[in-house]
């Protein structure tokens, strides 16, 4: 059974940052591109960043300079380093693992940014 459970969210001041993390079990991050997407009250789920099986990262425009996905193999987890959080970062965060057919996702985890 495949599992993805998120971790790391909470409340924290603008300006300030968080580290997310998504624990697999049931697959091997490194052979499924894993990404992360967030999705705030009333909105729709958007992509935030993204690591492929080779490396290749990506971000959404909104959060590029301030985050970074990477994955710890040993650990077989992927992480989201997110800097400089505004108020607008305010959502709940889901790990997503997919490759061919198979599509995976977490629970997700609230990430709130207010002072």
């Known amino acids: 059974q495949v599992q993805l459970v998120e971790s790391g969210g909470g409340l924290v001041q603008p300006g300030g940052s968080l580290r997310l993390s998504c624990a697999a079990s049931g697959i091997i991050v490194s052979a499924y591109t894993m990404r992360w997407y967030r999705q705030a009250p009333g909105k729709q789920r958007e992509l935030v960043a993204a690591i492929t099986t080779g490396g290749t990262t990506n971000y959404a425009a909104s959060m590029k300079g301030r985050s970074t996905i990477s994955r710890d193999n040993n650990q077989n987890q992927v992480l989201l380093q997110m800097n400089s959080l505004k108020p607008e970062d305010t959502a709940v965060y889901y790990c997503?693992?997919?490759?061919?057919?198979?599509?995976?996702w977490g629970q997700g985890t609230q990430v709130t940014v207010s002072s």
């Open positions: 997503n693992a997919i490759w061919s057919i198979q599509n995976y």
